[in-house]
């Protein structure tokens, strides 16, 4: 049996404002209200509230036969609830389907796994406890920010009894001429690993619309047939795991409505759920299905699902970049040990691997993607925001413990 492993990320950053060195210590949040706004509330619109209702109905017409996982972040959900209720309201709607899986990870969408080993256990808990308090259930599987993932973080999950399987990249220097579509174990056999299968994933987040593409338009048929032509490693009989991950926003903002991404999604689950050979499934049920010895994997070094190196070089492969990522640690830790909640929060709010992401200075099919979602002029700018932003909290800091107050800003 083929299991179809559809998990959408769900993710918007705290956008900075265009500072200057005139805004330092000047005021009370680096981060662009009205620009984080007007995002959520579009991609609410596009995305979130259409893409919502269609799963909500496919669920029940199918009667359970469909499933989906999600994992969605702390500042997602932060933002959700106080500018976009109803698509937060329809979330919470699919969670309680019992056909939809929410996946556990860093809070703040992070790249504290590469850096801070501590204040990532402390993301994750932040998360589960968040998952929990929203939608009343506790994740049972997990993914890093981006699909990062190396050996360390099976060890670092230990500390987690709820985490069974984790969710990463195939990336093809790991697999080598192994098959994504098997289920296998961590290096230390601790943890259950799916791993995307990229080239079917990217058909439909990244290819789906470019009429330059020699499959194109792609159709629920022509997808199932691709599927079905997949060279079926070894044992037929083994419970094999296609995994679709994207970002959720593939579903009418970066391929818009009117680019047939939804009757797209709405054909290809009534194509699966008809096929004798092919169903869907989640991350948790992975484990149980699991008909043979999962082999280990050992990774190292990062792997992730971003730019074709499916490495860590989208967010560190230049000095500013190191240097922004760095400094911003340095001054978390600073943060932690003067005590300042609010103040804590906004630097977190700056370990979102989005602001280094904007800081990347690749050319070509790379280049072009990160151009797409940062919302600045130049990497450059984008780097200077967010020193402002660094300096502004050490400002405020400083300012709070000389007038002898705590938590003034």
Not at 371 to 391: C, G, I, R, T
Request: proline residues 4%.
């Amino acid at each position: 049996m083929l299991n179809i492993v559809f998990y959408f990320q769900v993710h918007q950053p705290f956008r900075l404002r265009k500072l200057s060195v005139f805004d330092v210590g000047n005021i009370d949040t680096p981060f662009d209200r009205e620009l984080n706004r007007s995002i959520i509330k579009k991609v609410a619109k596009n995305c979130y509230i259409p893409a919502n209702k269609l799963l909500l109905e496919l669920i029940n017409r199918y009667k359970g036969q469909f499933k989906v996982a999600f994992s969605i972040t702390g500042t997602a959900i932060e933002q959700l609830k106080h500018e976009c209720p109803y698509a937060m309201a329809l979330f919470r709607e699919l969670a309680e389907t019992g056909c939809v899986e929410l996946i556990g990870e860093t809070y703040y969408h992070s790249l504290s796994s590469l850096y801070d080993r501590d204040e990532f256990i402390e993301q994750v808990k932040m998360h589960s406890k968040l998952i929990q308090k929203e939608f009343g259930v506790t994740p049972a599987a997990f993914r890093n920010t981006e699909l990062i993932y190396e050996n360390s973080i099976t060890d670092i999950l230990l500390k987690f009894n709820n985490f069974q399987t984790i969710l990463t990249e195939g990336a093809d220097r790991v697999l080598g001429t192994r098959s994504p579509l098997h289920l296998y174990r961590t290096y230390n056999g601790k943890h259950y690993l799916l791993l995307k299968h990229y080239s079917f994933s990217d058909d439909i987040a990244f290819r789906f619309s470019d009429r330059g593409w020699a499959r194109y338009p792609l159709t629920a048929d022509k997808f199932i047939s691709q599927v079905e032509s997949i060279p079926i490693p070894e044992d037929t009989e083994k419970s094999l795991y296609l995994n679709l991950f994207m970002d959720y926003e593939t579903f009418g903002e970066h391929q818009r409505k009117e680019t047939g991404i939804f009757n797209f999604l709405e054909c290809l689950v009534e194509k699966v759920v008809m096929h004798e050979f092919i169903s869907f499934a989640i991350p948790s049920e992975a484990p149980g299905g699991c008909c043979y010895p999962a082999e280990r994997l050992y990774i190292y070094p990062s792997i992730s699902w971003a730019d074709t190196g499916r490495d860590i070089s989208a967010w560190l492969s230049n000095d500013i970049q190191k240097n922004a990522v760095e400094t911003l640690f340095e001054l978390l830790n600073y943060i932690k040990h003067k005590g300042d909640d609010v103040l804590l929060d906004q630097v977190r709010k700056l370990t979102t691997s989005d602001h280094y992401y904007y800081m990347s200075t690749k050319y070509f099919q790379d280049g072009d993607i990160h151009k797409y979602f940062s919302p600045y002029e130049s990497p450059e700018n984008a780097y200077h925001y967010f020193l402002f932003a660094v300096v502004d909290i050490y400002e405020k800091l400083n300012m709070s413990k000389a007038d002898g107050v705590n938590n003034a800003f």
